[in-house]
């Protein structure tokens, strides 16, 4: 089926629900354009409340069903803050009163025309979204990256230096974009994930697949053939295919006697990448396929890649002891993320848990050959205690510093010990960066340990 066709324009009255930092930026940005804007969340924050103060705007806290109704059959576009999940009743009432839902990149493409370089995938974004950058940024070519992070596009366009925008492009905004057509989108992988926002794993694909689905033949869909899904949707993109590979010669940026290869021929060898595990190779190869179709230069690509070490929290070593070198991996919160990480190595113990996404964690036990012993933690423990049931050994731990000590006793050297948990962190912790903090915390205070 077609995705709705672009905005022409934006509308008076616009209905914003939920106000985090994304619909927060759109607020802002709508008033100062000139727009009425209404706002509603259902739970806010002390923080959120100031927000609304500060910004100018009413905040309408968690209004029943009558009084949604008569804001959305009030209002002229809906904006549903990313995360809301898709059972919210606004989408319900929107749908029958024939008002519009779109999200924060829809607004920036009618607001600003500058071309944008959009980046998705279950694991991955923003890894590949910030050597990407890197990229541009090494020849010379002004821009700026925003959109899942810190900074939402709608904020971002106000900046008039960038000739590009680098998007990191989550299911929650894609999934209800209205013609939103980047001129050079990449798709790394799919991997059940969000099915606590989405209703089914078909939504959270269809979600994805909106990154390609406008793109006019002129733009560039640069795509991942190691993932079935991803390909399978490349084959159907309107735009033009670049697509990359770790294992298949014919992909366009491939692996071939040990060099990452383009059609311009070989970039960067993977001994010269600070580290070379399987998904580094092919973060290495989306980006530089994604940075060349904007423009970018071999020489710059390769400078970035030679000198690009892992972001925090994505198996980033913290230290070793005895032999046994400790992983954070804290922003590994689905299982295709933590099994990635786990068949990176020989032989780990690792350390899973946590609030689960409502995914299956029983497959986490695909990687079981790479694993000597498990530790569970969180609210998921008794599901990985099932996963690995008869296979491996299992322990559960109350805390992370229990967590860590019993990973040590069971790690042999030579080991990696791995938090890697396949879940979120909102049982213990704010965000999955102060779970690795303390993770790390944890570990040094164990290599302090006499």
Not at 4 to 12: F, K, N
Not at 360 to 372: F, I, P, Q, S
Request: aromatic residues 4%; charged residues 20%; contains cysteine.
């Amino acid at each position: 089926m077609a995705p709705p066709r672009r905005l022409d324009g934006v509308p008076d009255r616009v209905l914003l629900v939920g106000f985090g930092l994304t619909n927060q930026a759109v607020a802002a940005a709508l008033l100062a354009r000139g727009h009425h804007v209404t706002v509603t969340d259902d739970a806010p924050s002390d923080a959120t409340k100031a927000a609304a103060d500060r910004i100018g705007v009413s905040l309408l806290v968690a209004p029943d069903r009558t009084a949604l109704d008569a804001m959305v059959a009030d209002a002229e576009l809906v904006v549903p803050s990313p995360g809301l999940p898709d059972e919210h009743a606004v989408f319900a009432s929107a749908a029958a009163h024939g008002t519009t839902s779109v999200t924060e990149l829809d607004l920036a493409a009618v607001w600003d025309e500058r071309p944008i370089v959009a980046i998705t995938g279950t694991n991955g974004k923003t890894t590949v979204t910030t050597m990407v950058t890197a990229m541009l940024d090494a020849a010379g070519i002004a821009c700026v990256d925003a959109g899942n992070n810190d900074l939402p596009l709608v904020a971002a366009i106000d900046d008039p230096d960038p000739a590009w925008f680098v998007v990191e492009a989550s299911s929650f905004r894609l999934g209800r974009t209205h013609g939103w057509a980047p001129r050079v989108a990449t798709w790394l992988n799919l991997a059940p994930d969000h099915l606590d926002v989405h209703a089914t794993h078909a939504d959270y694909e269809a979600a994805k697949a909106r990154i390609w689905a406008s793109q006019a033949s002129t733009d560039v869909a640069v795509g991942n053939l190691d993932d079935p899904v991803v390909a399978r949707h490349l084959a159907a993109a309107p735009a033009r295919h670049v697509s990359w590979s770790i294992s298949d010669p014919a992909a366009d940026y491939h692996l071939a006697d040990g060099q990452l290869v383009g059609p311009g021929g070989a970039i960067v060898a993977t001994s010269e990448l600070p580290r070379a595990l399987d998904h580094d190779i092919s973060n290495a190869l989306a980006a530089a396929a994604t940075a060349e179709a904007a423009g970018c230069p071999t020489d710059a690509i390769r400078q970035v890649l030679v000198g690009f070490g892992p972001l925090p929290h994505r198996v980033a070593p913290v230290a070793t002891i005895d032999g046994t070198t400790y992983y954070d991996d804290s922003k590994a919160t689905v299982p295709h993320a933590t099994l990635a990480a786990v068949r990176g190595f020989d032989s780990v113990v690792l350390i899973a848990g946590g609030r689960n996404k409502g995914l299956d964690l029983g497959t986490l036990a695909e990687g079981v050959d790479h694993v000597r012993a498990v530790v569970a933690i969180g609210e998921a423990a008794p599901e990985v205690t099932a996963a690995f049931d008869g296979l491996r050994p299992v322990e559960v731990a109350g805390s992370m510093p229990e967590a860590v000590a019993t990973a040590a006793r069971l790690a042999q050297p030579g080991d990696a010990v791995l938090l890697s948990p396949a879940c979120a962190s909102f049982d213990w912790y704010s965000s999955y960066a102060a779970r690795g903090d303390d993770f790390a915390a944890a570990v040094h205070a164990l290599e302090e340990t006499p």
